[in-house]
């Protein structure tokens, strides 16, 4: 292993980092704003609509495990700067896309660029900050801006749709991966596991993809089969077949993608449960709010971006906030106290109108203590998830964490698209307007995501004691009593 950076050094890795992190998270929510002119610009039917968020989120998710992995193997700052080239280009392509087949595709080779800069940078700023302290400041503002990416993804998405096109929302990530690059040439250091072998799990990366992939369609065509069809739970069958497979294989593989032994650790596998949980709510809820702005609402994508402003600020206060608490309440304290108050958040979202909306009323004050909540909850859960593991895995915790946001998010807006598409349907046939179904469909969607997050917050509580939490300086005075 080599010696750390200087201190300086340290920093500015940091920083190159999280660049990489927030342009990678930013393209997560940045076409959300976007999607009613992607969809007018390609014809995309609205059942196929969703696919432009999943075919990158999926891919990503997918592909994170192998990522982590090949992280520790073949070089931190290699694969980092490899999946930031293949980020970029990606970007570029969807930015020229001509059909909305090709614009899929291309969000799927953008995930797979992803899939191969989020981890190896997280890992990078793990290696890089041993010291606990610094460890922990270095993962609170890699958490602020991993979290305001995903928010500000929004403003910006409306501002480039509004004032250029909806593809200037993939070029802007151009100038930003040709910086990060150069500034990773310059400052990170190459740096590999000592694991004693060479080898890749690429029978694990394929069921578990295949696997999601399976999950995440099965879902979302039951919109159109039906949840009892022969189609509907045959996909899904053989979506938990092939994870099957996956846990099988990698039970007896000598160089496994994933070392099943890492779930012992009983703290990165409730962070991970939770980020599952946390994301599905999250995205699906960016989803339906940036629909609800300009569909109803009549927000043009500018005026629907400057909505979500308070959400970037509330997301950057909380993680503030929230990394000055930790060392007074703990990290189990805080994040079952984010996940509440974002929780309480979404269930105030279940009661927009579907006529004559007040943005402050009836949206703002339901978006901002949702933002603070996930301000607060991101930084403790980024701290579980990532720690109680050696540097040779940190790779392999780094894209547990990430496969587990990004998994969430996929397969949370396909269960929260069916659940909204089923209740409006219906009430389409009950000769409800379709204004009012269309929006009693999202009163649905907000209440499944609110209760994600409270599942979330209820996990924390059940399955984390103070013995799981001994290297992160938990105070004695902690507000919620470990037994």
């Not at 969809?39 to 059942?47: D, K, M, V």
């Not at 490899?82 to 995930?111: E, K, Y």
């Not at 995903?150 to 593809?167: C, E, H, K, M, Y």
């Amino acid at each position: 292993m080599p010696a750390p950076p200087a201190v300086a050094h340290k920093w500015a890795i940091l920083v190159i980092a999280c660049m990489a992190q927030f342009m990678v998270v930013l393209d997560n929510t940045v076409v959300n704003v976007a999607l009613p002119s992607i969809q007018r610009g390609l014809q995309f039917s609205p059942a196929n609509l969703q696919w432009v968020v999943n075919g990158y989120t999926l891919i990503f998710g997918g592909f994170l495990l192998l990522g982590g992995r090949a992280a520790d193997l073949l070089g931190r700052r290699r694969l980092f700067i490899a999946g930031v080239i293949l980020f970029s280009a990606a970007s570029l392509l969807n930015g020229l896309a001509q059909s909305g087949t090709w614009l899929i595709l291309g969000r799927g080779l953008q995930g797979l660029g992803g899939a191969l800069v989020s981890p190896a940078a997280l890992s990078i700023v793990m290696t890089t900050f041993r010291d606990r302290a610094e460890r922990t400041r270095a993962l609170g503002v890699w958490s602020a801006i991993a979290a305001a990416g995903a928010a500000s993804g929004l403003l910006l998405g409306g501002v480039l749709t509004d004032l250029v096109s909806w593809r200037w929302n993939f070029f802007v990530n151009l100038p930003v991966g040709a910086v990060t690059v150069l500034m990773a040439l310059r400052y990170i250091p190459e740096s590999t596991a000592e694991l004693g072998h060479r080898r890749f799990d690429a029978l694990g990366a394929t069921t578990v993809t295949a696997g999601l992939l399976a999950l995440v369609f099965g879902i979302v065509k039951s919109q159109t089969w039906g949840w009892g069809s022969d189609r509907t739970l045959g996909v899904l069958a053989a979506g938990v077949l092939l994870l099957g497979a996956f846990l099988l294989l990698e039970s007896r593989s000598a160089a496994p993608l994933v070392k099943l032994t890492i779930f012992r650790v009983r703290s990165i596998a409730t962070a991970n449960v939770v980020m599952l949980l946390v994301a599905s709510g999250m995205f699906g809820m960016f989803f339906f709010a940036s629909l609800y702005v300009q569909d109803i609402m009549g927000y043009d994508p500018l005026q629907a971006g400057l909505a979500f402003l308070p959400v970037s600020v509330g997301i950057i206060l909380g993680a503030g906030v929230s990394q000055a608490l930790i060392p007074r309440i703990g990290v189990r304290n805080m994040a079952v106290a984010g996940l509440s108050l974002a929780a309480a958040g979404l269930l105030y979202l279940t009661r927009v109108p579907d006529t004559h909306a007040h943005y402050v009323t009836d949206l703002l004050v339901g978006l901002f203590p949702l933002a603070i909540g996930m301000g607060f909850t991101f930084v403790p859960i980024t701290l579980l998830g990532t720690s109680g593991v050696g540097n040779d895995d940190a790779g392999l915790a780094s894209g547990l964490f990430n496969s587990a946001q990004q998994v969430g998010g996929s397969l949370g807006l396909a269960i929260l698209a069916t659940l909204s598409a089923s209740r409006t349907g219906a009430l389409l046939k009950g000769h409800t307007g379709v204004v009012a179904a269309t929006v009693s469909g999202y009163h649905v969607a907000f209440l499944a995501a609110a209760i994600m997050l409270g599942t979330g917050a209820a996990a924390i509580v059940l399955f984390l004691r103070r013995r799981h939490l001994s290297g992160l300086e938990l105070d004695p005075g902690a507000i919620l009593t470990a037994a």
